[in-house]
C-alpha cells in the first residue's frame, strides 16, 4: 500500500438564505417606521412653522408722474403678506409736499391655505387722493411694512408737477386706478368724479356719479340720497329718463360694471370750500351672480364718499366792474325800426349767447331821458353739447320815445372772465341810434287839400289811417322784369321752333321714303329686328305676355314696311285677305296668320310658357321676318 | 382881360359852382330816404313827399318808397295821388298787404270828402281785372309759367310726332292739352299784368274836377270833368297833355301835372 498528498479547505457556517431575506425586510421596515414617524413630528411642526413669514411683497405705485399744478392724482399702497398678516403693519410715505384730499383703505383679505395646514395670506389696500399745490419736483418717501421682526419697503416714487391745471377729459370712464372718495367694496360701490378740483367762482364743475356693481342690475337702483350741492348752482346734464348703460371696467384686480348714475354741471356761487355730498343707494345683485355664487347680498346699501371742491374766487386785478360773466359770451342787439314817431315804441332786442352759467346773464335796461324802457322779456335756449353747458338768452325791451330826439342806445357791455386763460374780456353789443320826431302820432289828416273836420270832431270818427311808413328800403332802381329780359322773347320762340323742327324731320323722311321706296322696308326691317331683340330679352326675364306682344309687334313692322301701310287696324282675315291680294304665298300667308294668332291667344294665357317654348317661337318669328322681307308685294293699284 | 377871357372865367366860374352846388346837394339815396322818414315823424308831409318824389326821380323803383309816398300824399289828403302810388306799391309788390289797405283807405276817404262836398259820391274802387285775378301772382312767376308750360307742350307735341308706343302716346296725350290750358291761364295773366292787352298805360286822375279837353291845349274846349282818383288809361301825349280814355266819360286831353302814371316810366 502507497500514500496521496493533503489539501485543506475552510467553510463558513451561518444563517441560511432563507434567513437572510427575512432580515433585509424587517430592516426595511423598521427605516420606514421611522420615516413615517419623523414626518408625522413634522406635520405637528406645520402650524408653528406655518405661524412664520415666510413671504412679504409692498408695491407702491401712482396713476400718473407728471401733473399740473392742483391737479389730483391717486396714490396706490398695496401689502401682500404670507404668513403673519395679522401683525403686519404698513407705514404710508411722508405726503408732505401734497394735499390729501381723501384715504380709503381696503380691510384685510386673507386667504386660508387647503389640506389641513393653516397658511394665511393677507392683503391690504390703500389708496390716496392727493393735489399738488405747487410746481417742482417731489419725492414721496418709501412706504414701509413691518411683519414676522422684518421690515419690508417699498421703492420711492418721484412726482413732477408743473404748469396750471387742467381738468381731467370726462367723456370716457376714468382709469380704474383712480377712485375718488370712495370705501371700495368687491360687491359694488359709488365713486364721485369731479373734473375741476379747484374752479373759480362761476366756472362749470362737471360730476358724474359712477356706480361700480360686481353684477349686472336688475332694474334702477333706489337712490335713497342725492348729492348735495350746496353753494352751486346746477343743471343735469342727463335726460330724466333714460336707460342704465353699463360699461366693464377693472379696479385693482377685480372688473366690476360701470354704470352713470348721475351727471349735472355745477357752478359755485362762492369762493372757499365746498362739498359735493356722497350718494346713497340701495341696489339690487342680479338673481343668476347670486346663483353662481357670486356672493352678496340680494339687496346692498352703498354710500358714496363727499369730494371737497376749492373754489377760486375771481382775480381782483383787472377785474372790471359789474357782474362778470364765467366762460364765454358775445352780444348782439338790434332795433325793430331806427325811426319812430314820438310816443311810438320800439323793440330793443339784445341776444347773449355763450358758455357757462347763462341763465345767470343779466343785461340791465338802457336808461336815458327822454326814453321808457320797460323790463324785458326774456326767452331762453339753453343745451349742453359735449357736456359744456350754454347757449343763447334774448333780452326784448320796449322801448318808448316820450320826446323827440336822438337817443343813442349802447354799447350794451358784459364783463367775461376766461377760466381757461384767466383772464378778463368785456362781450359788447355796439351802440344803436333811435330817432324820434315830432309829436305823438295823430290819426287825423293834416296839412293843405286835406279834409276839414268839423268843430266838434265829427270827422274824427271816420278819419281815414294810414301809415305807419316803411324805414327800411333796398332803393332799387330798376324793376327787371323777366318779360323785360331781352332772352325771353327767344324762350317763347324755343318751343315752337322745336315743334317745327320736327315737323320738318317729319315730312322730310316722308319725303325721302317717297323717293326711295326702299327706305321704308329698310327701316320696318331695322325695327322689327328690335322688337325681336326686346322678345329675346323677355324670354331671360320669363315674361311671355311680353315676349309674344314683342313678336307680333315685329311680324306687323315687317309687313308694314313691305306693304306701305298700317296693318294694325286690319283684323287677321282681312290682312290674310290683303296679303294674298298682294302676291303673297299661300303658306307664308297661313304661317303669319298663325303665328299672329298664336301670338294674341299666348299673350292672354301666357300661363305655364316655358323658355324653350318662347324660345322656338322666336325662331319661327325670325324665318317669317326673313320671308317677309323677300317678298315683293304687287303694286296696291293693279 | 378881353371879353373872351372874362366869358371863360365867368363859364368856369359857373361850371365850379354847379359842380360845388351839385356836390352838395348829391345826398346819397340812403340819406334822402332817412331825411324823407324824418320829415314824415316830424309831421312835415310835404317835405317827406318831395324827398321820396326826389328818389322817383332819381331812378329809384321800389314798392317801399312807393308805399312811403303814397302815404305822405294820403297825409297830405292828395288822395288822387295816394291812390296812384298806392297802386304802384302793388304793382312792384303784388299782395302786398300794407299797399292794399292804405289803397282801400285813400279811396274810402276820397269817396267820403266827395260825399261831404257834393252830397254823394262814388268811387272806382274796384281792382281791375288783372289785380283781380292774379293780383297775388307775380309777373315773373307767370312768366315762368309761360316759358315751362309751353316748352312742356310744344314737347309733348314733338314727342307725339316720333313716338310710336301706344302707352307713351297715351300720356303725351294726355300731358299736351292740360300744359296748353296752364299754358294760356299764364299767358293771359301775363298780358294783363304786363298790359299788353291795355289800351294804354294806366293812370290816375291827380285833381279833381280835372278838364278833359278837345285837344292839347289849355284854351281848347272841355268835353267832360274827371274825379280825383279816376282811372284813366293814355293812348298818347302831346306838347304837355296827354291822350286818356276814362271809363264812364270818355276820351279828352288832360294836363299832365294832373294825370299820374300808375307804373314807372320805360317798366
Not at chain 2, 229 to 256: K, M
Request: with cysteine.
Amino acid at each position: 500500500m502507497s500514500s496521496l498528498p493533503a489539501t485543506s479547505t475552510t467553510t463558513r457556517t451561518g444563517p441560511p438564505p432563507e434567513a437572510r431575506l427575512g432580515e433585509r425586510a424587517r430592516r426595511a421596515a423598521r427605516f420606514v417606521a421611522r420615516l413615517l414617524a419623523l414626518l408625522l413630528l413634522g406635520s405637528l411642526w406645520a402650524p408653528e412653522a406655518g405661524a412664520q413669514v415666510t413671504r412679504a411683497t409692498l408695491t407702491m405705485r401712482v396713476d400718473r408722474t407728471n401733473v399740473e399744478v392742483g391737479a389730483l392724482f391717486r396714490l396706490h399702497v398695496e401689502a401682500r403678506v404670507t404668513g403673519a398678516g395679522g401683525n403686519a403693519q404698513v407705514r404710508l410715505p411722508d405726503l408732505a409736499p401734497f394735499e390729501l384730499i381723501s384715504r380709503s383703505e381696503s380691510p384685510p383679505v386673507q386667504i386660508m391655505g387647503l389640506g389641513g395646514g393653516v397658511r394665511v395670506d393677507t392683503t391690504t389696500r390703500y389708496q390716496l387722493t392727493m393735489r399738488a399745490p405747487r410746481a417742482g419736483t417731489f419725492t414721496l418717501s418709501p412706504a414701509s411694512l413691518v411683519a414676522g421682526g422684518r421690515t419690508f419697503t417699498s421703492e420711492p416714487l418721484t412726482i413732477q408737477v408743473g404748469g396750471g391745471a387742467e381738468p381731467s377729459g370726462p367723456a370716457s370712464l376714468p382709469p380704474g386706478n383712480q377712485v375718488d372718495g370712495m370705501q371700495f367694496d368687491p360687491d359694488g360701490f359709488i365713486r364721485t368724479w369731479v373734473d375741476q378740483a379747484s374752479p373759480y367762482v362761476g366756472q362749470q364743475v362737471t360730476v358724474t356719479v359712477y356706480l361700480y356693481s360686481r353684477g349686472r342690475l336688475r332694474g334702477t337702483p333706489t337712490i335713497t340720497q342725492e348729492p348735495t350741492t350746496e353753494g352751486f348752482w346746477v343743471q343735469d346734464l342727463l335726460p330724466p329718463s333714460r336707460t342704465l348703460q353699463d360699461e366693464r371696467q377693472t379696479v385693482g384686480n377685480t372688473t366690476f360694471n360701470v354704470y352713470v348714475l348721475r351727471r349735472f354741471a355745477a357752478f359755485p356761487l362762492q369762493p372757499g370750500e365746498l362739498m359735493i355730498g356722497g350718494t346713497a343707494l340701495t341696489l339690487t345683485q342680479n338673481a343668476l351672480f347670486q346663483i353662481l355664487g357670486g356672493g352678496g347680498e340680494p339687496e346692498l346699501p352703498r354710500a358714496g364718499s363727499p369730494v371737497r371742491i376749492t373754489v377760486r374766487p375771481l382775480p381782483e386785478e383787472g377785474r372790471p366792474p359789474g357782474d362778470v360773466h364765467v366762460g364765454e359770451l358775445s352780444l348782439a342787439a338790434e332795433l325793430d325800426r331806427s325811426q319812430v314817431a314820438t310816443g311810438d315804441a320800439v323793440t330793443l332786442t339784445v341776444t347773449a349767447t355763450g358758455r357757462g352759467a347763462m341763465e345767470q346773464v343779466r343785461i340791465p335796461p338802457p336808461t336815458m331821458d327822454g326814453l321808457r324802457v320797460l323790463e324785458p322779456e326774456i326767452r331762453d335756449s339753453f343745451g349742453h353739447p359735449d357736456d359744456v353747458v350754454g347757449g343763447a338768452r334774448v333780452f326784448r325791451f320796449l322801448v318808448v320815445a316820450e320826446r323827440a330826439g336822438d337817443y343813442p342806445l349802447g354799447p350794451i357791455e358784459v364783463p367775461v372772465f376766461n377760466a381757461t386763460h384767466g383772464r378778463y374780456t368785456v362781450a359788447r353789443a355796439p351802440a344803436l341810434t333811435l330817432t324820434a320826431a315830432g309829436n305823438a302820432v295823430d290819426e287825423d289828416v293834416g296839412g293843405g287839400g286835406g279834409e276839414a273836420t268839423s268843430a266838434n270832431g265829427g270827422s274824427r270818427a271816420t278819419a281815414p289811417s294810414f301809415g305807419p311808413i316803411h324805414t327800411h328800403s333796398e332803393l332799387s332802381r330798376s324793376h327787371g322784369a323777366l318779360v323785360t329780359q331781352p332772352w325771353f322773347p327767344f324762350a317763347i320762340a324755343l318751343g315752337p321752333l322745336l315743334f317745327l323742327g320736327g315737323l320738318l324731320v317729319r315730312r322730310a323722311r316722308q319725303q325721302a321714303e317717297r323717293e326711295d321706296p326702299s327706305r321704308a322696308p329698310k327701316r320696318a326691317r331695322k325695327l322689327a329686328k328690335k322688337h325681336l331683340a326686346a322678345a329675346r330679352g323677355h324670354v331671360d326675364a320669363d315674361e311671355p305676355r311680353e315676349f309674344y306682344a314683342a313678336v307680333a309687334q315685329a311680324l306687323k313692322e315687317a309687313l308694314e314696311g313691305q306693304l306701305g301701310h298700317p296693318v294694325g287696324s286690319l283684323t287677321h282675315p282681312e290682312l290674310g285677305a290683303t296679303l294674298r291680294g298682294r302676291g303673297m304665298d299661300e303658306q307664308v300667308v297661313g304661317a303669319i296668320l298663325d303665328e299672329l294668332e298664336g301670338c294674341d291667344f299666348a299673350r292672354f294665357s301666357a300661363v305655364g310658357v316655358g323658355a324653350e317654348e318662347m324660345q322656338v317661337c322666336l325662331t319661327r318669328a325670325r324665318t317669317l321676318i326673313e320671308s317677309v322681307a323677300r317678298f315683293v308685294p304687287i303694286p296696291e293699284d293693279e | 382881360m378881353t371879353r373872351p377871357g372874362l366869358t371863360a372865367c365867368a363859364l368856369l366860374l359857373s361850371a365850379l359852382s354847379a359842380g360845388a352846388a351839385s356836390t352838395a346837394h348829391a345826398d346819397s339815396l340812403e340819406e334822402i330816404f332817412a331825411r324823407a322818414n324824418t320829415a314824415y315823424f316830424g309831421g312835415d308831409f310835404d317835405a317827406a313827399a318831395e324827398s321820396y318824389g326826389e328818389l322817383v326821380e332819381l331812378g329809384v323803383v321800389d314798392a317801399d318808397v312807393a308805399f312811403n309816398l303814397a302815404t305822405s300824399e294820403a297825409r297830405r289828403g292828395r288822395y288822387g295821388a295816394a291812390v296812384q302810388h298806392y297802386e304802384r306799391a302793388l304793382w312792384l309788390r303784388p299782395g302786398d298787404d300794407d299797399a292794399a289797405a292804405g289803397l282801400e283807405e285813400a279811396r274810402g276817404a276820397l269817396a267820403r270828402r266827395r260825399a261831404r262836398q257834393q252830397g254823394e259820391a262814388e268811387v272806382d274802387s274796384g281792382p281791375p281785372l288783372a289785380e283781380a285775378v292774379f293780383g297775388g301772382v307775380s309777373r315773373d312767376a307767370l312768366a315762368i309759367g309761360v316759358v315751362v308750360f309751353e316748352l312742356v307742350l310744344f314737347g309733348a307735341l314733338f314727342g307725339l310726332l316720333f313716338v310710336r308706343r301706344e302707352s307713351a302716346r297715351l300720356l303725351l296725350g294726355i300731358v299736351a292739352p292740360l300744359s296748353g290750358i296752364v299754358f294760356l291761364v299764364c299767358g293771359v295773366g301775363l298780358a294783363l299784368r304786363s298790359g299788353w292787352l291795355e289800351e294804354g298805360p294806366p293812370a290816375i286822375v291827380l285833381a279833381e274836377g280835372a278838364p278833359l279837353r278837345e285837344g292839347p291845349s289849355r284854351v281848347a274846349d272841355e268835353r267832360h270833368r274827371a274825379l280825383e282818383g279816376q282811372r284813366a288809361w293814355v293812348l298818347g301825349a302831346e306838347d304837355g297833355f296827354s291822350l286818356v280814355r276814362v271809363p264812364g266819360l270818355g276820351e279828352g286831353w288832360i294836363a299832365d301835372e294832373q294825370l299820374g302814371l300808375v307804373r314807372p316810366p320805360n317798366q
